[in-house]
């Protein structure tokens, strides 16, 4: 019979181990090695903004941004007035920030424009009236005369 020896200097455990002990640093060790995984950046978090949709009409809605060059693009607009066009894709419901308004921007949706198409510029009480044809039809908002008032988070 052959006699094999310990390659490791850890002492031997006698008895059989543990499968939940295993198993939970088999994912401690898949946990640590994702965390230090540089090719899988965390997901910056979304920006809230307030947009003043054209200083005649004085309304203002919220858009929820989750594009970091978009966020970027409009943090660089804030205070500079009318520069740039906001535009983004409507879904119903406030989406949980678009208050007091039935719809919302697609946060993945939304672009900072020099310029669009006329079809949908407007503004937001003419969505609200008529959303089913802005969302069926349309499909997106960009009212022409947008400011960003302020970024909220």
């Given at each position: 019979?052959?006699?094999?020896?310990?390659?490791?200097?850890?002492?031997?455990?006698?008895?059989?181990?543990?499968?939940?002990?295993?198993?939970?640093?088999?994912?401690?060790?898949?946990?640590?090695?994702?965390?230090?995984?540089?090719?899988?950046?965390?997901?910056?978090?979304?920006?809230?903004?307030?947009?003043?949709?054209?200083?005649?009409?004085?309304?203002?809605?919220?858009?929820?941004?989750?594009?970091?060059?978009?966020?970027?693009?409009?943090?660089?607009?804030?205070?500079?007035?009318?520069?740039?066009?906001?535009?983004?894709?409507?879904?119903?419901?406030?989406?949980?920030?678009?208050?007091?308004?039935?719809w919302h921007m697609a946060p993945d949706s939304i672009e900072v424009a020099d310029v669009t198409i006329e079809?949908?510029?407007?503004?937001?009480?003419?969505?609200?009236?008529?959303?089913?044809?802005?969302?069926?039809?349309?499909?997106?908002?960009?009212?022409?005369?947008?400011?960003?008032?302020?970024?909220?988070?």
């Open positions: 019979m052959k006699r094999y020896e310990r390659l490791s200097s850890a002492p031997a455990v006698s008895g059989s181990t543990r499968p939940g002990a295993t198993l939970a640093l088999a994912a401690a060790a898949l946990l640590i090695g994702l965390a230090c995984n540089d090719s899988h950046p965390a997901e910056p978090s979304d920006a809230l903004f307030d947009i003043l949709a054209s200083a005649a009409s004085g309304e203002t809605f919220r858009i929820q941004v989750s594009d970091p060059s978009q966020i970027a693009a409009l943090e660089s607009l804030l205070g500079q007035g009318n520069r740039k066009i906001v535009s983004g894709a409507l879904r119903r419901g406030n989406g949980g920030f678009n208050t007091p308004w039935s079809l949908c510029d407007g503004r937001p009480s003419d969505v609200e009236s008529a959303l089913d044809y802005w969302i069926d039809t349309v499909g997106r908002f960009c009212p022409w005369g947008t400011e960003v008032v302020a970024r909220l988070q």
